[in-house]
């Protein structure tokens, strides 16, 4: 949205796509610019860069450093004309996180917290709803989260913290800063909080935060709490099923994240969960049920090949 505001102010034809491969009569273009976020989009990135030889090419999935400063400074106008149905407002208000956690790339890529911009900046104007889609890495980690709160409060916006509250580091006065925001869910229908709780060491650390956003008047049942999973090389079956069930104990809605992309079980451990089918059926139950299928079609495939070669 960046590029496309910064092309278009300079009088450039700009062309958006979500596909990684050339359309039958698309033209040719004088610049293309391609973003990837995961490392398991690679095979598209080659595809992408094999349709579009000399593309620009970046994002965290892409294995190049380029970043969007680098191409046009620090402008921030966006073009919302890409996105006709979306009707919210998006930006940073500050970029850069205070830790250092080995599996994200955030303080590599941003640095340490800085302020970047007001709520006032991020919103469109009238007749825009005051929704404000933050993309913030770490909020509260900026000087003068405050006066960005006191802004939101005053103003009346309804705020989604789409990248997520980091409730360990959650103070009373965080926690009594975030009960006085119209927080919602990213698609502002319901109150949401997001989170994540991914190493079980943090275990006790995590609650206390819980807790003290409850005594401010944010009940656990407003969490969603994102739940890293296959990253830890101790980590078990377990462990796994610890902070799942003690979250939903709470009234935590947990999210699970699989950091390999390709582990079946641990990507029906994700469907289990966020599709509440874990309300119904333990996970034992409907992980064997998937091993019994694929069973019974071996099975199937060799009395087939058999009654043919018979």
Not at 183 to 200: G, H, Q, S, V
Not at 244 to 273: C, H, S
Request: net charge positive.
């Amino acid at each position: 949205m960046r590029l496309a505001a910064h092309h278009r102010a300079r009088g450039d034809q700009v062309h958006f796509t979500r596909r990684v491969r050339r359309e039958l009569f698309e033209p040719a273009y004088d610049l293309v610019y391609g973003s990837a976020i995961f490392r398991f989009s690679a095979d598209r990135v080659e595809r992408f860069r094999h349709e579009f030889p000399g593309a620009i090419v970046g994002g965290t999935g892409s294995g190049s450093d380029a970043t969007v400063e680098e191409l046009i400074g620090d402008a921030v106008e966006l073009d919302y004309s890409l996105y006709p149905a979306f009707d919210s407002s998006i930006g940073f208000t500050q970029r850069g996180c205070r830790l250092s956690c080995k599996f994200c790339v955030v303080p590599a890529k941003e640095g340490r917290p800085r302020a970047v911009a007001t709520a006032a900046e991020i919103w469109r104007g009238p007749p825009w709803p005051k929704n404000l889609h933050l993309l913030d890495n770490d909020f509260f980690g900026q000087a003068d989260w405050q006066a960005r709160i006191d802004e939101i409060r005053a103003g009346g916006f309804k705020v989604s913290f789409t990248q997520g509250i980091n409730v360990r580091a959650v103070t009373p006065a965080v926690a009594e800063a975030l009960a006085g925001v119209e927080y919602r869910c990213n698609e502002f229908r319901r109150r949401r909080l997001y989170t994540a709780w991914d190493n079980l060491k943090d275990e006790d650390t995590f609650f206390r935060g819980v807790d003290m956003l409850e005594a401010a008047g944010v009940p656990a049942r407003h969490l969603m709490a994102f739940m890293l999973i296959g990253f830890d090389k101790r980590e078990t079956w377990d462990r796994i099923h610890h902070r799942f069930d003690r979250m939903v104990e709470r009234g935590i809605k947990p999210y699970p994240m699989p950091f390999d992309q390709t582990n079946r079980d641990l990507k029906r451990f994700q469907r289990w969960a966020v599709l509440g089918i874990h309300r119904l059926v333990p996970f034992s139950e409907y992980r064997a049920g998937f091993k019994t299928k694929r069973a019974a079609a071996r099975r199937s495939d060799g009395d087939l090949f058999d009654g043919e070669a018979a």
